[in-house]
């Protein structure tokens, strides 16, 4: 989810330069991919384009314009075939392998990528701020999309076929609705092998092509609830 102006602190975004620093091959850097968050769009990571011109000057850095602000609500399965198709051809592009940054929701569109392109070349995997293990939690944007519930309550709009066409509800994890979630969640409950699913070992598989995974989380986000999930 986007907190307004991601992100990056400055000091997570040279520890990360620096691991793709490490990772630089053949005298040139490999190209970046980056996938913004929820109700984000690309005009959001000037500040972090500009830290990677500076510290890796002539990195090719791609913000994916797709699924902008309010559109980034959109199902995320519906997401995750439009971001495969912006990617492939810079994936075909780079013999020798990309790096993906993704910020918050971006950060699980992208595991949901790595898990079904069976031919990807992602080298490093930066999982910035993203509830890989779901939201369970209040925050400005839920007040703002469902005013008349409290978080106890939005598991009823959530855990049903129409509450999945909202990305929100792809990834909301209620821990006293449990069974309900493992029912309903046509995305998440999928990714994290909570229910079985006949691809689980393919996808596991396609995500093992990747060489390093970098998560980044911290306890004073403020809007990924609880902190942890990241
Ligand atoms: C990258 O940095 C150089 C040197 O500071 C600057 O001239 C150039 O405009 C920058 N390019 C981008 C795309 O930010
Ligand atoms: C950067 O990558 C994109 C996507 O592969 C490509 O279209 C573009 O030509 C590249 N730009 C440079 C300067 O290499
Ligand atoms: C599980 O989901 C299916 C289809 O969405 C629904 O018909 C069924 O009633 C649900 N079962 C439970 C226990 O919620
Ligand atoms: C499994 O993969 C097949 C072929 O890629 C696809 O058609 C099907 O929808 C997938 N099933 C699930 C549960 O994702």
Redesign the pocket.
């Known amino acids: 989810m986007g907190a307004g102006a991601p992100p990056a602190p400055l000091g997570f975004s040279l520890g990360l330069l620096l691991l793709l620093g490490l990772a630089r091959a053949g005298g040139a850097y490999k190209p970046v991919i980056v996938v913004h968050g929820l109700f984000d769009s690309p005009a959001d990571f000037q500040h972090l384009l500009g830290f990677i011109n500076e510290t890796h000057p002539g990195t090719n850095v791609t913000v994916v314009d797709l699924f902008d602000h309010s559109e980034s609500l959109r199902p995320l399965w519906l997401q995750v075939e439009g971001f495969r198709r912006a990617i492939a051809p810079i994936m075909a592009n780079a013999a020798d392998g990309v790096h993906l940054l993704c910020y918050s929701q971006g950060g699980l569109i992208c595991r949901a990528l790595l898990c ?1 392109m069976p031919e990807h070349n992602v080298d490093t995997f930066i999982s910035l701020s993203a509830p890989q293990m779901g939201q369970y939690g209040d925050t400005v944007y839920l007040k703002w999309l469902f005013p008349q519930h409290v978080k106890t309550n939005i598991y009823r709009i959530c855990y049903t076929q129409l509450g999945q066409d909202v990305s929100i509800c792809n990834y909301w994890n209620d821990p006293h609705h449990r069974d309900l979630y493992l029912n309903s969640s046509s995305f998440l409950a ?1 990714l994290n092998d909570e229910r079985l ?3 689980a070992s ?1 996808w596991k598989r396609n995500l093992l092509r990747i060489q390093n995974m970098v998560l980044i989380g911290g306890p004073d986000d403020g809007v990924i609830t609880p902190w942890q999930s990241r």
């Open positions: 079904t999928l699913h006949p691809n393919a």
